[in-house]
Every structure is written in structure tokens, then in C-alpha cells.
């Protein structure tokens, strides 16, 4: 298995999830990640936990882009967390570093790296390929936009991966959170009922992919929502305040 974002609290609740009800082992789990200390700790945890081992791999998506640190890694299963929710409109819409930032993690400096992986299960012709974007994906609002979009194209370029490796049988899996409970929304306030745990999301992320879902929300209740979101006329939805 490798993941990408390896610090990610949904990565660490999946991959928990995994190794204790999955009935599959792997030899080595490569965590992929801009944060090798804290990764440390997550590798550590692992080996204590499920007696598991893994390999920690250094890699900024802004940093670095020697892609040969891969080479060896054999895998049938990449999760793909890396996401960046950067600064809301209020504070960072004419902010280029910021605006760069979440543009380059969230899909242009990512789309290769998973480009890269996906290469890899289309030549061996097995695999399925998970990838995080969002709900704030499907529909422009005013106060993130820049994140959303940065997303929205990210989901596109999974649609779009779905169809080509689907016939070269490689699974690619969607997966649209809502709000979540993790280090990304620290500080913002959310509401409760509507705000999942990374174990839930996890659990939920889990049986979709033993079904080979393409596509899911995290929780259900997102579709709903999303479903009317979406379809507010544009003349009414510019004057409101989401
Ligand atoms: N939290 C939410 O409310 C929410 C809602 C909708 C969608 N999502 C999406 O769900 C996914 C997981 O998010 P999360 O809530 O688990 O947040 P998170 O804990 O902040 O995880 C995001 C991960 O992205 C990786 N990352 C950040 N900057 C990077 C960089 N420069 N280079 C490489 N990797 C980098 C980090 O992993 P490393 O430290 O290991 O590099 C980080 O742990 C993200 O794609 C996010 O956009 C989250």
C-alpha cells in the first residue's frame, strides 16, 4: 500500500481501519511525506500496533520532484490524501503565495505524482487507485473557491483516470468529504451534526472500496446537500453568502 500524505488524520484512521479488519497483509506500507518526524511516530505505531512495517519516504510537493525515490516501490493500493485548505477568500484570494500553494498541492504538482503511480498499476494491469477531493469541488462559493477549484480539477482528473485505467482493470475510487474533524479545519467552526470523525470517513472509505465504488460522499448526507447546492440558479446563488 502506499500513501500519499501520510500525516493525514483520514490516512492514519483508513489505514488503521484497514489492517484490522482487511484479511490482507502487506510486506511494507510506504508513507509518502512531506513530514518524516511526525511520520516517525505514524511508522512506530504501526509496527507496535498491527506489527506492520513501513518505509517512510520524504516528499514536499512543493519542494521535490525527483521522482526515482519511487522506483522500487511495488504496490496494488494508493491512497492519495495530500490536500491543502490554505487561507479562506477574506484573508487570501490576492495572496499569490498562498493561491500558488494550494494550487500546487492540491493539483498541479499532484496530478503528476499520481500520474506516476497510476503508470505503474496500468503496466502491471492490477490495482486501485483512491484519491481525496471534496465537496467544495462542486460548486464555487465565496469563501473558498480557490481550494474548491483547486479540487474541482482534481476530481475531474480522477473522472478521467477512472475511465481510462478502467480498461486496463486499475480501480480508481473518489472520494468527496464534507466537513471533517481534523487537523485541516482546526479553528474553524463547524457544524456538529454535519462533521465526521477521520474513523468514520475511514470506515465509510473502506466499504466503498471492497464494493469498488467510483464515486462517494463522506458522509451520505453530503450528497443531499450538494445535490441542492448545485442546482440553486446561478442568479440567485451569486448573492449569497457561503
Ligand atoms: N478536513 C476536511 O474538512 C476536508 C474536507 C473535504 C476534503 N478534505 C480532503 O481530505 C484529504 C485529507 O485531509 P485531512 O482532513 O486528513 O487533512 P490533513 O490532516 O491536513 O491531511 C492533508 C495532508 O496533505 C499532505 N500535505 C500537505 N502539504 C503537503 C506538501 N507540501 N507536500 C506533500 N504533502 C502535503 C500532508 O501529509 P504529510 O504531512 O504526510 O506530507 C497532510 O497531512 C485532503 O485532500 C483534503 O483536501 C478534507
Not at 478521467?160 to 480508481?172: A, C, E, T
Not at 462533521?195 to 465509510?204: G, L, M, S, V, W
Amino acid at each position: 500500500m502506499i500513501i500519499l500524505g501520510a500525516t493525514s488524520d483520514i490516512s492514519q484512521a483508513f489505514v488503521d481501519k484497514f489492517l484490522t479488519v482487511g484479511n490482507k497483509k502487506y510486506s511494507k506500507i510506504y508513507l509518502i511525506t512531506s513530514n518524516p518526524g511526525e511520520t516517525e511516530r505514524i511508522s512506530k505505531h504501526l509496527l507496535v500496533k498491527h506489527k506492520q512495517d513501513s518505509e517512510i519516504i520524504k516528499f514536499d510537493l512543493i519542494q521535490d520532484s525527483d521522482y526515482s525515490v519511487f522506483d522500487t516501490i511495488e504496490s496494488d493500493l494508493l491512497f492519495c490524501a495530500t490536500g491543502f485548505l490554505g487561507k479562506n477568500t477574506d484573508e487570501g484570494l490576492y495572496d499569490e503565495i498562498n493561491t500558488q500553494r494550494i494550487i500546487k498541492i492540491n493539483y498541479s504538482k499532484l496530478v503528476p505524482l499520481v500520474s506516476y503511480f497510476a503508470k505503474k498499476f496500468e503496466l502491471k494491469g492490477s490495482g486501485t487507485i483512491i484519491g481525496l477531493s471534496s465537496v467544495a469541488g462542486l460548486r464555487g462559493r465565496q469563501s473558498n473557491f480557490i481550494y474548491g477549484s483547486s479540487k474541482a480539477g482534481f476530481m475531474i482528473y480522477l473522472d478521467g483516470l477512472r475511465n481510462y485505467l478502467y480498461h486496463k482493470n486499475v480501480h480508481v475510487m473518489t472520494v468527496l468529504p464534507g466537513f471533517m474533524d481534523t487537523k485541516m479545519t482546526i479553528g474553524l467552526t463547524l457544524p456538529k451534526a454535519l462533521t465526521a470523525t477521520p474513523q468514520k470517513a475511514a470506515e465509510i472509505i473502506y466499504r466503498a472500496y471492497k464494493k469498488k465504488k467510483n464515486k462517494i460522499y463522506v458522509t451520505g448526507i453530503w450528497w443531499y446537500i450538494m445535490t441542492i447546492v448545485k442546482n440553486v440558479p446561478e442568479f440567485i446563488f451569486k448573492k449569497l453568502k457561503m
